[in-house]
């Protein structure tokens, strides 16, 4: 009940500002909403790239996040200095730099080494046998689906298709081959086990 009076008593007081100042307030308190339900989202997204990649200037991050602090930071100035073209004017810089702060970020990290395909023609399959490596992506159990890994071989690609016949096998561990299937595809094992693991 109180909120909503607060509500009703603050209508009053939209209606008492300038057209200018309404313009300027529907748009930051609008451009803020969907730049929340818009972060939310992509938060809660299942599919992340952890990649290096750059975000797109036409993108709706870089439009909304630019919109939000162009209308607040204008707000802010038409307060101090009426007038509305000087105040978007005013709140113009701050909206870019509010918008690229992402991609100079980015900029300023180290690139993450990209996966590249595993399926070279120069590299020979059969000497990866009894090769040991580090699992990249996570290894279904008993076959039930592919994973990546990377060998200690020199010649080997950064990235190799994989399988355990045994239990899952997570990122980070260190694994052995024990067999090529389809000429491509590595079945390993966890290399603190001596033999093959059993299917069962």
Known sequence: MEKTMQIWLFIPAFLRLTWAEQLLWVAAVVF???????LILQFFNDEHDH????PKVTGARFILTFFTFWSWTSLLAHIWEPGLLISLA???PFGVLAALFPYLILRLR???KKIVPSHRSEFNYQ?????TGEVLQ?????QEGLGRVHLNLRKA??????????AEIRPGDSVRVVDIVDDHILVVEPLQHIGPQSPF
């Open 90 to 92: 005013d709140g113009l």
């Open 32 to 38: 803020t909403i969907l730049l929340s339900i818009f």
């Open 110 to 112: 180290k690139p993450v």
């Open 127 to 131: 000497e990866a046998l009894t090769s």
């Open 138 to 142: 996570y290894i279904p159990p008993h």
């Open 51 to 54: 990649g290096y990649t750059r």
């Open 157 to 166: 690609p950064y990235a190799l298709d994989a399988v355990s016949i045994g």
